[in-house]
């Protein structure tokens, strides 16, 4: 469930073209996303392409928001079937997002991310059957037709940006699709994952594209960051009630809380091909309503 309260709020210039953000609640903490020039938020207005989008996220997770060109927007809102490749989503791991993180634990993630990004993709590749098929399944009840979704080859990239407060790798993904029996085909998706550490929240960023696009969503996500993290400068200043024993502070550690920096980075890469999934499906969908046309 998407117990979410967002408000469009104009923000001051945070570079030279960017006039617009959305503010996110995180477990409390409102947290400002930059909408970057010739981008919108996708809204429940935006039907079908709303539900299939919002239709299946990973348990685990909270997805806060997608963006999608404006002019695909309009699109949508006109009621005529768009096609689109590039696209962002933000989410969060909802355990994490309940609690709060000083720089220095980050730090910790960052290092956990760096060091078993492989092997917690080989463990992720197990659970691929799995998570397409429940996405068909949530997908296909949320638009009324029956998909089939499958993912296949993925080809994880290097870690390319380590700053204080983010990480970011890339990588490949193979999807197919079939709707009402009707094979869609298979395309290839270039994604930049990115784990930000903004206002002492931990979020996902995703940014997708064409195959061709792996430089833009790289260049793009750096850029998109900055602007985050400028539109979120000023510092923490919300009251915060610690639990007895203090595991809930910033600067905990996750064993004091219990937690596993693995499976958060499991559930971050897991989001990240759930993300793209449903993406492929709405854009495949469109494309093939074209075509029939």
Not at 16 to 21: E, G, I, T
Not at 120 to 133: D, G, H, K, T, Y
Not at 223 to 232: C, R, S
Not at 263 to 279: N, Y
Request: hydrophobic share 40%; aromatic share 8%; proline share 4%.
């Amino acid at each position: 469930m998407r117990a979410l309260f967002r408000t469009a709020v104009p923000i001051l210039l945070l570079v030279a073209c960017a006039a617009r953000a959305v503010e996110i609640d995180v477990s409390g903490r409102a947290i400002e996303i930059p909408l970057p020039p010739g981008y919108s938020e996708l809204t429940p207005e935006m039907s079908p392409v709303y539900e299939a989008m919002y239709s299946y996220v990973v348990p685990s997770n909270e997805r806060y928001m997608i963006i999608l060109p404006t002019e695909i927007t309009e699109s949508i809102l006109r009621g005529e079937d768009a096609v689109y490749e590039r696209y962002m989503v933000i989410e969060s791991e909802r355990q994490t997002a309940r609690q709060t993180f000083s720089t220095q634990t980050f730090a910790e993630f960052r290092g956990i991310l760096r060091d078993q990004l492989d092997e917690i993709f080989e463990s992720v590749r197990q659970e691929l059957p799995e998570i397409a098929s429940d996405a068909s399944q949530s997908v296909s009840e949320a638009i009324g037709e029956d998909l089939e979704l499958s993912i296949g080859e993925i080809v994880p990239l290097a870690v390319h940006l380590e700053t204080e407060n983010a990480m970011a790798y890339s990588q490949y993904v193979n999807y197919g699709a079939a709707v009402g029996g009707e094979d869609m085909g298979n395309t290839v998706v270039a994604a930049t994952t990115a784990f930000v550490h903004v206002r002492e929240k931990i979020l996902f960023v995703y940014v997708y594209g064409a195959e061709g696009d792996l430089e833009w969503t790289r260049e793009f996500t750096s850029n998109w960051l900055a602007q985050i993290f400028e539109a979120n400068a000023e510092p923490v200043s919300v009251a915060t009630t610690y639990d007895a024993d203090e595991t809930n502070r910033p600067e905990a550690s996750p064993e004091r809380r219990g937690m596993d920096w693995g499976k958060v980075l499991e559930r971050g890469l897991i989001g990240a091909l759930i993300g793209a999934v449903v993406g492929i499906f709405a854009m495949l969908r469109s494309r093939r309503r074209k075509d029939q046309s």
